[in-house]
């Protein structure tokens, strides 16, 4: 065997090695109402959510990686601005977009800020820039004949008299479907549960597929909770974010967060 075939052997020996499996697809859009996992990120992954909720961003949060389409991963972390000013730190996040099913990397960048939640906002952002939005399809257009004058027209039956096809919930109960984090859930619940109806808000928590008016979604770190309250129509009515020592009273800290806004947005 020649030199030369032996280079090119070579050659293309080390590419199979360096070359990742899941080399990132140039230009791939994600599907909306994509289900997400986010993962910890050095505490960032809260701050993100809370974002991404802020935004309206049109993903699903789920919390167990097994359901989710997409992952987001990566690493935060506070580096100096400049050499000259050692004191002068900014908020840096490196994240990556993963697509569970085929372990490929959608989009993966780096972006800096000068807080924590205006990075949160530009890393939501930029998700939502990737996010396909659906052209409008135009309904086909359906020609009717014209009555003839032996044939009477029938009116349709106003819509008055149309009843709903559920009847509406008890005036005085709120229905909660609570999710998130399960390692404090039941302390945010029960808080969330007394401050509402201390605030003359009392709820009932249901259970995934019944129907709620409010979806409860909470979030949590060693130090920091988040919480957002969405309406039927996924519309963000209120999101909190708590800080703190102990996992347990940030949780309850959210909660009561959460309780206050939520009764200040029914009021107006």
Do not use: W
Not at 28 to 40: A, C, D, G, M
Not at 96 to 111: G, S
């Amino acid at each position: 065997m020649s030199m030369n075939v032996l280079r090119a052997v070579s050659l293309g020996f080390c590419l199979a090695v360096v070359l990742p499996s899941n080399a990132m697809a140039q230009g791939t859009l994600i599907p909306p109402n994509s289900k997400v996992f986010l993962q910890h990120i050095d505490g960032f992954g809260t701050d993100l959510l809370a974002a991404l909720i802020g935004a309206n961003v049109p993903v699903v949060i789920v919390t167990d990686r097994m359901d989710a389409d997409l992952e987001i991963g990566g690493r935060k972390q506070q580096r100096n601005r400049s050499a000259s000013y050692a004191s002068d730190l900014i908020d840096e996040a490196t994240i990556t977009i993963t697509d569970i099913h085929t372990a490929t990397v959608i989009d993966a960048f780096t972006l800096t800020a000068a807080t924590r939640d205006k990075l949160a906002r530009a890393c939501a952002n930029r998700l939502n820039d990737r996010i396909a939005i659906p052209k409008p399809t135009e309904a086909p257009r359906v020609s009717t004949p014209a009555p003839s004058e032996a044939e009477p027209v029938q009116s349709s039956p106003s819509p008055a008299t149309i009843q709903p096809s559920s009847p509406p919930a008890a005036a005085n109960s709120i229905r909660l479907f609570v999710q998130g984090d399960f390692n404090r859930l039941a302390d945010f619940t029960e808080t969330l549960r007394a401050n509402l109806h201390a605030l003359g808000m009392p709820i009932r928590v249901v259970q995934r597929g019944e129907e709620y008016d409010y979806n409860i979604i909470f979030a949590l770190d060693d130090t920091n909770a988040s919480a957002a309250a969405l309406d039927r129509q996924g519309v963000l009515v209120a999101s909190v974010i708590d800080s703190g020592f102990r996992a347990k009273g940030v949780s309850e800290g959210a909660a009561r967060k959460l309780a206050k806004r939520m009764a200040s947005f029914k009021r107006d």
